[in-house]
């Protein structure tokens, strides 16, 4: 291929350079000028990414509703980024729908105010030799509306649960250093690419990029002619509609790895998932809220049937996988405390149990497997446990539920010691504390090497509680008489 020396494989950048005497171009100023230009759209896409930087907020009142004043909203200062790193600034004013480029709204409903780059000259193009002067190009923005809102998914990428990645490994794959397993930020696909021609708007005012649009805002737009007979509608925005200046825009940070980092730090750690009891969680310390025994004698004999249905009795799934090796009796623990009858001491006991492993479906899985990791444990008390706390009719629990006396569970996973498949303590943050987080992929790096707990209070069962009184009173009664005899104690002789 020719080299005429003007283009070189190697080079991104040509300016002129002037010595004394040198008569300046307009091929020469124009260069200059766009080489500025790229080279701040390079830097807007590497440094900020996509997104609405600052601003850019419609004006709504105190319960968050639409402000329509004489047909028109108001749009506050705000810069934004496109995907070629063009700067989109707006420096605040109304906005009708007179205003609105491309297709105007047909029906009523929820629409996405999006914010586009776009380009104005005073010759439109044209050149005039006889003109004096140069062509001044306008930068601007227009707004579009477009039926239907889908907020903007500002998740972090989803590592997959077989990597184990250190900090520097994330930043590497998610900048384009090194293939990886987590997708390259999505931003860089368009960091090198040139935009396209703009596209002249429908009364040819300016020309715009419409496929690069930032989204601003969901609006409503309503007819304001419905109530009118004969009428043709009008649409237009909806005066204390609804509008929402937040969970529609990507945002441009200063530095959009560094702030994926602080959401998802290292590696995200195995926590809690689901446990099949959740339903008995203690809420409040109340009377009423008891597990009848019955309930839980069905869950603690589930093992015992064949064949084992791991969420009829006590199971715990994982977030991720973890080692098979860590889950046993000493990090899988089941305590049941009994109120003593004397001074009311909380008597610790613990269940004696077996702990079987569960794969991804929550099945079991075999002790013949080579399986390394499991997302899951079923806990099984031992038979003869259950043989006299559970069948027999003297049971301790049984007991203390029929006399109005408190049997309380306490089942607990100690991250200190289960390791997940990376090697790594589980976090013991309670699974509730995730409700209402959008991305629902929170690391678990609150608690880590901590002890997860859950706890349950067994009672009578339903059909005893007709009884309840009648019993308990016994059982008071005795408890009583058992308290008199042991205060009638000369203690000086012991």
Known sequence: MKNDGYEHKDC??????????????????????????????????????????????????????????DGCIYVTCGLAFDRYGRMLFWGGGHLAMKDIIGPKPHTEGRYTLSVHYAEKSDQNGAFDPCREGAEWLDRCVVFTLTESCKPHDGCAPDVPLDACMTRTEWICTRSGFQPGTVPKDEALAYACAEPPPL????????????????????????????????????????????????????????????????????VPLAKIASYSWSEWELQEWSDEDRVPFSAFKHRAKACQSWPIKPWDGFAIMFTRPVQRRTLHPLSVIMDIFILETRANYWEPWRIPTRILHLDEAGEIISPESEADCAW??????????????????????????NIGRLARVEISIRGQIVRDCCGLMIDARPIDVDEGDPCLNRPGQERPGDTWISIFRIGRDAYEQAQAPSDQQEGKAEIQAARQADSSIDRSEI
């Open 376 to 401: 899951g444990a079923l806990i099984c008390p031992e038979d003869d446990w259950i043989k006299y706390e559970v069948d027999d009719a003297k049971s301790t629990i049984l007991d203390c539920a």
């Open 12 to 69: 991104w950048s040509r300016t002129p350079h002037f010595r004394p005497g040198t008569k300046l171009t307009a091929e020469q100023l124009n260069a200059s000028q766009a080489d500025a230009v790229r080279r701040d759209r390079l830097v807007n896409v590497a440094m900020h990414g996509i997104g609405v930087a600052y601003g850019f907020q419609i004006r709504a009142d105190a319960k968050g509703r639409l402000i329509v004043e």
């Open 199 to 266: 596209v002249a708007s429908d009364c040819g005012r300016v020309s715009y990029d419409p496929e690069a649009g930032i989204p601003l805002s969901c609006v409503e737009i309503c007819d304001l002619d419905r109530d009118k007979e004969d009428c043709y509608p009008r649409y237009d925005f909806c005066h204390c509609g609804d509008v929402d200046n937040c969970r529609f825009r990507p945002v441009a940070y200063r530095s959009p790895l560094l702030y994926e980092l602080i959401n998802l730090d290292d």
